[in-house]
């Protein structure tokens, strides 16, 4: 079998039995489950969650993404090993700990293979939250160009690249366009200020205005323990992006959760300690591969101009990495995977049959 076969790198295909299209995002696919599946599963399984409530099988891929654009590598390697399964576990660790210190649940039910969650439906809130703890990135090139106001917060002077900042920001951009809301953009991903949110609260599918509130809590809360917990790693936890929705408890009681992904190296910036202490920046996370893009490719404005779009597809569409530099990232995700949930990762050889015999032989959701 050849690395490639190793690879998940199309997860929108499997004769999982659904009545609704599948979703494909960049990373991830969802398959809603037809209602009487979703009935018994949460009867024979004994999910917390009322009788009624609509199920999905989750399903991770070994896509990479950067800058809006899927890459892929030489030898028909569409997808980086080992990449899938390690996002996965990083996730459902920090989610069970949370839970563990009293945070907030998430949407994760089950976790029938290392590349699958069964999760509940939920009504997510359409706000990227962004928490920084350095000034790095998009952040430090609006400062050094004399930007000091981000979302609402006013920034000192006489901060350093890549210098801690005073105390954790909170930082949100839009979750997709919002469209008529007075001082927000109509476009995606742009940022807004809490003042915003608590204008338009509702718009950004809050429950009610006290849930910003519970929300900036959850993020910081949540922020904090992973950052605690890689400090005793001797990593650093730089950034990060959070998502969170409501979903109903088994009384039929809203709750908010902590939802899609948290705490891995594609929402995040995760640092080498003992590097950093040394004046170095040693990525552990996408952001390594991100700028080895930006360092290999001729014109790299395309990569940072939203206006040159197409000419970014066409580049990656065009261009086949070297096999070195996806087993570079594979190395990285892996590694801090392993590193945060303190055992190696059992890797599959072929990923796709075996969530189809697991799904077939203990959830009977297979499609025959």
């Known amino acids: 079998m050849s690395l490639a076969d190793k690879v998940l790198a199309v997860n929108d295909n499997l004769p999982i039995r659904t009545d609704k299209p599948v979703h494909s995002g960049k990373v991830r696919s969802v398959y809603w489950l037809t209602a009487e599946d979703s009935a018994r599963l949460i ?52 989610f069970k700990l949370f839970k563990e210190k009293g945070l907030a649940d998430s949407h994760i039910l ?34 050094s160009k004399g930007e000091r106001e981000f979302c609402g917060i006013t920034l000192p002077e006489g901060l ?27 476009a995606d991903d742009v940022n807004v200020s809490r003042a915003d949110l608590e204008r338009h609260y509702k718009a950004f599918n809050f429950l009610s205005l006290s849930d910003i509130d519970q929300y900036e809590k959850l993020l910081k809360e949540g922020f904090n323990v992973i950052s605690d917990a890689l400090a005793e790693l001797d990593e650093i ?9 409501y979903v109903k408890d088994a009384a039929g009681n809203d709750k908010m959760i902590y939802m899609d992904e948290v705490g891995t190296p594609d929402s995040s910036r995760i640092w080498e ?37 197409p000419e970014r597809a066409a580049l990656a569409r065009d261009n086949a990495l070297p096999v070195e530099v996806m087993m570079d990232i594979s190395r990285t995700y892996v590694g801090i995977a392993e590193k945060i949930v303190g ?26």
């Open 43 to 94: 009867r024979e399984k004994g999910y917390d969650v009322p009788a009624d409530t609509p199920l999905a099988i989750m399903v991770i891929s070994d896509r990479i993404s950067a800058f809006d654009c899927i890459w892929h590598g030489e030898d028909g390697l569409n997808g980086v090993p080992g990449k899938g399964a390690a996002l996965n576990a990083i996730s459902s660790h920090w």
């Open 110 to 143: 089950d976790i029938p293979h290392p590349f699958v969650w069964i999760v509940q439906k939920a009504r997510p809130v359409m706000v990227e939250a962004i928490a920084r703890q350095y000034i790095t990135g998009s952040m430090w090139r609006s400062y």
């Open 160 to 186: 350093k690249k890549e210098q801690k900042l005073p105390e954790i920001l909170i930082t949100p951009s839009t979750k997709g366009i919002m469209r008529g809301l007075d001082g927000v953009p109509e």
């Open 237 to 245: 936890f730089v950034d990060t992006k959070f998502e969170f929705g």
């Open 273 to 309: 300690g003992a590097a950093y202490r040394e004046g170095k920046i040693i990525e552990q996370s996408k952001e390594g591969f991100r700028q080895w893009l930006l360092n290999n490719f001729p014109d790299p404005d395309i990569l940072l101009n939203k206006d040159r779009m």
């Open 343 to 368: 055992h190696k990762l059992d890797l599959s050889a072929n990923p796709k049959q075996e969530i189809i015999d697991i799904l077939r032989e203990q959830y009977q959701l297979i499609a025959d």
